[in-house]
Each structure stands twice: as structure tokens, then as C-alpha cells.
């Protein structure tokens, strides 16, 4: 945004990169409120072309709604060392919530 090359920025070939002016001005003039589109859709098909807001759209897309999944998995983590189990190392703790959670993971393949 000042004026600093990153690395990270791939452009294509031959294509001036816009500032982000350009790119919020393309952007409201490539929504259309009649047409229905998929929210992830629209950021795979523009993500180079719109690659400053894309970059803010993927930091801020992946925070969720409810902070419901994080307080459920401390309560979980305060079962698992209980009392009874006070012996368990971190990375056993770690292991054993992973382990619950594993039918999430095979949804993510």
C-alpha cells in the first residue's frame, strides 16, 4: 500500500498492478446485486486481479462468527486434565483433543 514491493505479490504478465483505488472501484462495479454468487467463488475468479483486497478478504474471512468452538474446546481440554489425569503432559492434552476432533478432519479432505 506505500509504495513497498512484497515478495508475495504475483501478478500476471504483461498486467499493471492497481492501486487500491482501482481496486475498490472495480470491485463495485463488478457486483451485481440480481446475479447470486458465491462469496468464495468471486474471490477465487478476481484473486489476481483484485490481489491488495484479496489478501485483506483471506485475513479477515477466516476469523470465525462465535467464539462457541474455542470456549468448547477449553472446557474439553479442563475434562481431559481433571483431577484424576493431572499427570498428562501438554502434548498429551493436545493429542487427546485432536484425537475427538478427528471426524472433523476427514470433512476437510
Not at 478476481?46 to 462468527?65: D, F, K, Q, T
Request: charged share 25%; with cysteine; proline share 3%.
Amino acid at each position: 500500500l506505500c509504495g513497498i514491493s512484497s515478495s508475495s505479490d504475483q501478478t500476471l504478465p504483461g498486467k499493471k498492478v492497481w492501486s487500491i483505488d482501482e481496486e475498490i472501484g472495480f470491485y463495485m462495479s463488478s457486483i451485481n446485486i440480481s446475479k447470486k454468487i458465491k462469496f468464495s467463488h468471486y474471490w477465487s475468479d478476481y484473486e489476481h486481479r483484485l490481489s491488495l483486497m484479496s489478501g485483506v478478504v483471506r485475513r479477515v474471512s477466516i476469523i470465525p462468527a462465535s467464539s462457541v468452538p474455542c470456549e468448547s474446546t477449553f472446557s474439553i481440554a479442563g475434562y481431559i486434565r481433571r483431577k484424576e489425569r493431572c499427570s498428562l503432559s501438554a502434548n498429551a492434552i493436545r493429542y487427546s483433543l485432536v484425537l475427538k476432533d478427528s471426524h472433523k478432519l476427514e470433512l476437510l479432505r
